[in-house]
């Protein structure tokens, strides 16, 4: 629907490599990518976290992509296995994370 902004943005350079290189430092929000729009990170989650929001004002999406996470958060439990996508409102500033075992999610907020 709109070619020319596309191709504004597209970069038609061949790289050596496509890989986005991060951090892999285990229960944390490791930088993946940050953009004016948009925030996303990795966390390699092997054991029970707690994520604190209170500082933004937006919601969060996590996507599971290895493996499995229970996410609590006001009392209720849901799960999130490789593949599934949970978004969290802006209104829950704080939640825990614990993996069955060592698990892999991205965190995506504005």
Same mark, same amino acid.
Request: net charge negative; charged share 25%; hydrophobic share 40%.
């Given at each position: 629907?709109?070619?020319?902004?596309?191709?504004? +943005? &597209?970069?038609?350079?061949?790289?050596?490599?496509? *890989?986005?290189?991060? /951090?892999? =430092? $285990?229960?944390?929000?490791?930088?993946?990518?940050?953009?004016?729009?948009?925030?996303?990170?990795?966390?390699?989650?092997?054991?029970?976290?707690?994520?604190?929001?209170?500082?933004?004002?937006?919601? +969060? &999406?996590?996507?599971?992509?290895?493996?499995?996470? *229970?996410?609590?958060? /006001?009392? =209720? $439990?849901?799960?999130?296995?490789?593949?599934?996508?949970?978004?969290?409102?802006?209104?829950?500033?704080?939640?825990?994370?614990?993996?069955?075992?060592?698990?892999?999610?991205?965190?995506?907020?504005?």
């Amino acid at each position: 629907m709109h070619n020319d902004l596309a191709l504004d +943005v &597209i970069t038609f350079k061949v790289a050596n490599s496509y *890989k986005t290189n991060y /951090e892999t =430092k $285990e229960n944390d929000s490791n930088k993946l990518i940050h953009r004016a729009y948009f925030k996303s990170n990795v966390l390699i989650v092997s054991d029970a976290i707690s994520k604190d929001y209170s500082q933004i004002d937006t919601f +969060v &999406i996590y996507i599971c992509t290895e493996v499995f996470v *229970k996410v609590l958060l /006001e009392n =209720k $439990e849901y799960e999130l296995a490789m593949g599934e996508t949970i978004l969290i409102p802006a209104s829950i500033k704080k939640l825990e994370l614990v993996p069955e075992k060592k698990s892999k999610l991205l965190e995506v907020y504005l």
